[in-house]
């Protein structure tokens, strides 16, 4: 457990992050934990599982407690595919979003996306993802030198379909940028072994997933440009860790990445992706000052709006309108 300046009492219940099917005494065991933990607020990170996202509210106003929802399932407003499957998804979530006493998304797009499917205004609060700008911050890093770059290409994040890595891979191949040039794919995913099969070279470098985080934060102050060619997205956390690290950033404008990165950044519109990404991979390679200026816009922002400190800030603010005792616990 955690505990605030002013008493307040943070208790995870469970650090899984995997769907959970339930089972016809999950809800009793919930209940119990509940009871048992003596929690005066509930707080849930959705998707979860189905009695957790569908039947929680109902279940903690039996309780008397109030109940927070994080939605930060990904979207996509253009027509398309992807647009279709989120706004299905959004479409059976409000509902039972409508039920909690305050739901948290990460843009003023997300917000205007729920009150259209019903959820209240005043139950929704506008909490973007934060990162901690004093940790991920611009520094010296060796990474480069290991992969013998002039200028380093980066990309950090899951190596699936969605996330378009294989064009960003063939844009980069079809740059012809001088050699000294590399990309780096950071992540793990059902694309990986293929791509890596198919173009990991000692130009394209597939690292695998990286869990140490210092390692992470070396490689992205290596980066002279991050990359993230996605046709879906939330509001991407390696995207601002990115930004929070000098690193001039390129990504498309779906979700909320592209009003992230407004005015510190190049945004691509997916319409035109192929041809976009090549120009701004071309642009940012062969012009290392105007990089470099957008690597300091980027972290100003980053600083600005997605700092760790300010997100936790208004995290606890609405723990505290929905439960203003000071010391109060809360899960």
């Known amino acids: 457990a955690a505990v605030t300046d ?26 119990d934990l509940l009871r048992r933990e003596r929690v005066d607020l509930v707080h849930v990170s959705l998707s ?42 959004y479409r059976l979530y409000a509902q039972s979003l409508a039920s909690f006493d305050r ?17 209240a205004a005043d139950n929704i609060a506008v909490i973007p993802n934060g990162v901690d700008v004093e940790k991920y911050s611009p520094g010296a890093s060796d990474y480069k030198k290991t992969l013998d770059a002039g200028a380093l290409v980066g990309y950090l994040g899951r190596v699936d379909p969605e996330k378009n890595v294989d064009l960003l891979v063939r844009a980069f191949q079809d740059v012809d940028a001088p050699d000294d040039v590399k990309l780096v794919v950071v992540g793990s995913g059902s694309e990986k072994r293929r791509l890596d ?12 997933q990286v869990l140490d985080e210092a390692e992470r934060i070396a490689m992205l102050r290596a980066m002279d440009m991050f990359v993230l060619p996605s046709m879906v997205e939330g509001l991407s956390l390696s995207l601002l860790e990115a930004m929070a690290c000098g690193v001039a950033p390129v990504a498309t404008d779906v979700g909320s990445d592209g009003e992230a990165l407004r005015g510190a950044g190049i945004v691509l519109d997916t319409k035109d ?5 090549r120009l701004a991979l071309r642009t940012l390679i062969e012009f290392p000052d105007f ?22 800030d208004r995290l606890l603010t609405v723990y505290r309108e929905l439960h203003p005792a000071a010391g109060a616990a809360a899960s």
């Open 6 to 31: 002013d008493g307040l009492t943070l208790r995870s219940l469970t650090g899984s992050h995997r769907y959970i099917i339930s089972s016809p005494r999950t809800k009793r065991s919930i209940t």
């Open 48 to 89: 979860f599982s189905t009695l957790i996202d569908f039947g929680l509210p109902e279940l903690c106003h039996e309780l008397g407690l109030p109940a927070v929802a994080t939605f930060h399932v990904p979207y996509d407003s253009r027509f398309g595919l992807w647009q279709g499957i989120s706004t299905a998804v």
């Open 103 to 119: 739901v948290i998304i990460f843009s003023e797009q997300q917000k205007g996306l729920l009150e259209h499917y019903g959820v």
């Open 197 to 208: 099969r198919r173009y990991g070279s000692t130009r394209v470098v597939f690292t695998g």
């Open 273 to 277: 992706l192929d041809g976009q990404l």
């Open 291 to 312: 990089r470099a200026e957008l690597g300091r816009r980027a972290r100003a922002l980053a600083v600005e709006r997605f700092s760790l400190s300010d997100n936790l």
